[in-house]
């Protein structure tokens, strides 16, 4: 090995860095994909059968998310207009990684508006 490499190696290692297995990240990645299928074409109705009931809801939006732990997750937030069908949809991405050294995160955002 390297000494670049095994000096990264080590400082990996000593700052305890961690992240969700690829399955968890996979499994994200698959509800991402599955997310970014809503149209404005659908209606409520349609995406209450694709994604089933949502965790939260109001008047006029909803949201589903799939999660692998509070701090790694998507969601997508639906703001329906009044025929029932999607005028904004945001497609939200946490992640976290942390270690001894503190934590890292971002959230990615990908939003479509149809008004």
């Given amino acids: 090995m390297k000494p670049k490499s095994l000096l990264l190696a080590g400082a990996l ?3 305890g860095c961690t992240s969700i297995p690829k ?13 970014a299928s809503v149209t ?3 209606t409520r ?14 008047a006029s939006k909803a949201v589903w998310i799939t999660s692998y732990d509070p701090d ?4 997508l937030s639906v703001e329906f207009d009044e025929t029932g069908h999607p005028i904004e949809t945001i497609i939200t991405r946490g992640v976290r990684s942390s270690g001894l050294l503190g934590a890292v ?5 990908k939003g479509r508006s149809y008004r």
């Fill in 45 to 58: 109705e349609a995406i209450l059968i694709t994604f089933g009931a949502p965790q939260k809801e109001e």
């Fill in 72 to 75: 790694n997750y998507v969601s």
């Fill in 105 to 109: 995160g971002h959230t990615q955002y």
């Fill in 40 to 42: 404005k074409e659908m």
């Fill in 13 to 15: 290692l000593f700052c």
């Fill in 23 to 35: 399955e968890g990240a996979a499994e994200l990645d698959r509800a991402a994909v599955r997310y």
